[in-house]
């Protein structure tokens, strides 16, 4: 059985998913199975998979299912007891893994993994504030605020995301950010301080329309963090206050 299974949905990939999995192929850790689910394609995303000869490689064609379904399939399907997420525009550093499974294997109370990141935009990476908590307990009270972990660094652990219910289709943009919460139920998080993933952002992710939905489920999962966790009052309210008026003026200085 692989100690790890990396599990990766992909919707028209054609453009980076070749950098996507071969970041994966190319990791100091080998001993992992890679789950690549072609959600609906209609693009080369079938032919470029079809490439891949590698055993460990286990790819799925499927209808669209949306994000939170395939995933939650994809994990299901995993051997290992340990998930790394990975989405198909974003590359894994070659020691991601390595340092992953080794600080969870020495901390059985960790259920949620991630670390800090590199930021892509186009070909240039971009200064990004990498202030993130890294203890369980500010991880926690930060969430009230902001989603602490980048989809594409986490490693949590199969048995507890069984547990918590898995992704819920309710969200299109946040639905990691929303398990998070759930997951919290079962263990501790922390998060690396090593830049161990590169993440890429685009035109479409930052688009009026998509933002204004973002906005939205993030409003509904902050308070719902808040709730649970508690945290700084004034600085969730600040929070909160700016995605409002980034609704309501999605052209303001408040949502550059």
């Not at 399939?73 to 390595?98: C, F, Y």
Request: glycine share 6%; net charge neutral; aromatic share 10%.
């Amino acid at each position: 059985m692989p100690l790890i299974s990396v599990v990766t949905s992909v919707y028209n990939g054609e453009a980076y998913l070749k950098e996507c999995v071969d970041s994966v192929l190319n990791q100091t850790f080998q001993d992992f199975e890679y789950i690549i689910l072609n959600n609906g394609s209609t693009d080369s995303t079938a032919g470029i998979l079809a490439r891949y000869e590698d055993p460990r490689i286990r790819i799925v064609q499927q209808e669209n299912l949306g994000i939170a379904r395939s995933l939650n399939k994809g994990i299901h399907m995993a051997k290992s007891d340990l998930i790394a997420r990975l989405d198909a525009d974003d590359v894994s550093e070659p020691n991601r893994l390595e340092k992953q499974i080794n600080f969870m294997n020495r901390h059985k109370e960790i259920v949620l993994c991630g670390s800090r990141f590199k930021v892509l935009l186009g070909k240039e990476y971009i200064d990004f504030p990498n202030h993130v908590p890294v203890e369980n307990e500010a991880i926690r009270k930060s969430m009230s605020c902001f989603n602490p972990f980048s989809h594409s660094t986490v490693v949590f652990r199969k048995p507890e995301f069984i547990k918590s219910g898995g992704y819920s289709a309710k969200y299109k943009f946040g639905q990691d950010y929303e398990l998070w919460s759930r997951l919290l139920d079962f263990g501790e998080a922390y998060i690396l301080k090593d830049e161990l993933s590169t993440i890429r952002l685009s035109e479409q992710s930052t688009s009026s329309e998509n933002s204004k939905a973002m906005r939205i489920e993030g409003l509904q999962i902050r308070w719902k963090a808040f709730r649970k966790f508690g945290g700084n009052p004034f600085e969730a309210l600040s929070h909160f206050l700016k995605s409002l008026a980034g609704l309501i003026i999605p052209q303001g200085p408040l949502n550059k």
